[in-house]
């Protein structure tokens, strides 16, 4: 599953609509540096849970193009289903 915003990637914490985060959203809170495959290429990436809520509905309605299903697990649950943005982090120069 790939959800891209240009060079970053959004992450959706969904679990199908569970009413649990995944497990890897603690992973995620806890470092938030990650490498990211996009089939070959491999991408370390800095991520952080979007909390504004423009932006988390911007991203959230790209993610559910991407993904329609997105759209009916959140039907399904009492929580509102974290999304991340995966960003790349600049090389050092």
Known sequence: MRVADGDRYVLVASQGGAPKHPAWYRNLKTEPQVE???????????VREV?????????????????????????KTDRVIPVFLAEPIPAAG
């Open 36 to 46: 990211i495959r996009d089939e070959t290429q491999v991408y370390s990436m800095r």
């Open 51 to 75: 909390t504004d809520p423009a932006e988390r509905q911007r991203l959230w309605d790209i993610a559910v193009l991407a993904y329609p299903p997105y759209h009916d697990y959140q039907l």
